[in-house]
């Protein structure tokens, strides 16, 4: 067998990508870089091994009982490399920094544009890189090392992948009509008894948009979509031109220029009430400015 010293992270780190994702070129794609190289790192892996690591068919790669054995072994050391840098990075000071939060549209325009603002003038030595990602795609990130924290609405299942959860902000769905519309001023109902009247959507890969389908399902019946569009402010502006209602977050609409021209109605429905969370990798995965960071959104800001 060659050296160990040839099982270099990123070959590791391709490896597990490959064993993941039944692919090279699949594995290639998640780590944006070429099928050749991907292949290359892998037969050098094999080299240093002295035995295949893959079965390689037309439909993807199979592991070798080799392969099964590094697999294991590679995650180890990947995760203990992660905690090693966790370790070393507490001797900073935490003045500086650097952390990616993946989260949810909801998330961005209701609670955190104040949050951030608070810890950046608390902090301004410490970058927090934002990014909008749907709430089921920011446990992805966090898992894959895209992102140190995810931000959204529901994610209670992410312990079952080994996270942590922490519970950050409630909000309220609420019915959003015109002041002129027949439901403004009405008292609490349940969102069937809006279908009645045509309804402006988010995209059909929101959420919320699955969340709706959902609830008229159960009730059997059906919306009645005459737009569908990208973001709260579209959907706003669509209510306000008299084209039909729409249910979103209570705070979206809150300050926006249009808002004295809009009313709220309020859900009766269990689902209108919704938790957010925090998900991140177990503490001791997580470097001194991350940890800071999550206790500052945990504390509420």
């Known amino acids: 067998m ?20 039944g692919s090279i070129a699949r594995a290639a794609e998640r780590e944006s870089m070429v099928p050749s190289a991907v292949s290359k790192r892998i037969t050098e892996l094999e080299e240093a091994v002295g035995a295949s690591l893959l079965y ?14 590094l697999l294991g072994h590679a995650r ?25 939060v993946y989260a949810n549209r909801s998330s ?15 902090h301004p030595g410490i970058d927090i890189e934002l990014e909008e990602r749907t709430s089921e795609q920011t446990v992805e990130a966090v898992l894959s090392n895209l992102c140190d924290l995810g931000i959204g609405a529901g994610l209670e299942h992410a312990r079952e992948h080994g ?13 959003v009509v015109r002041q002129d519309h027949p439901l403004a001023g009405h008292a609490p109902l349940h969102f069937a008894d809006s279908l009645v009247y045509n309804h402006i959507a988010l995209h059909r890969d929101s959420p919320l948009y699955q969340t709706l ?4 399902r159960t009730a ?10 990208q973001s709260f402010d579209a959907v706003c502006r669509m209510i306000q031109g008299g084209l039909g209602i729409a249910v979103l977050p209570d705070r979206a609409i809150c300050e926006a220029p249009y808002a004295p021209a809009l009313t709220t109605v309020a859900l009766l429905d269990e689902w209108a009430s919704r938790q957010f969370h925090i998900v991140s990798r177990p503490d001791e995965f997580l470097g ?3 940890r800071g960071f999550l206790e500052f959104l945990k504390a509420g800001g």
């Open 56 to 69: 390689r068919h037309k439909k993807g790669v199979q592991l070798t009982p080799a392969g099964t054995c």
């Open 2 to 21: 060659h050296s160990t010293w040839r099982f270099d992270p990123t070959s590791l780190r391709l490896f597990i990508a490959t064993c993941e994702e």
């Open 76 to 100: 180890h050391v990947l995760d203990e490399l992660m905690k090693m840098s966790a370790d070393l990075s507490q001797f900073a000071s935490g003045e500086r920094g650097h952390v990616r």
């Open 220 to 229: 059997r019946k059906a919306i009645n979509y005459g737009v569908h569009l």
């Open 163 to 175: 996270l942590s959860v922490h519970d950050y902000r409630l909000d309220r769905l609420v019915l």
């Open 213 to 216: 389908e959902q609830a008229a």
């Open 288 to 290: 001194t400015t991350c």
């Open 108 to 122: 961005i325009i209701q609670f955190l544009p104040d949050d951030l603002n608070r810890f950046r003038s608390a």
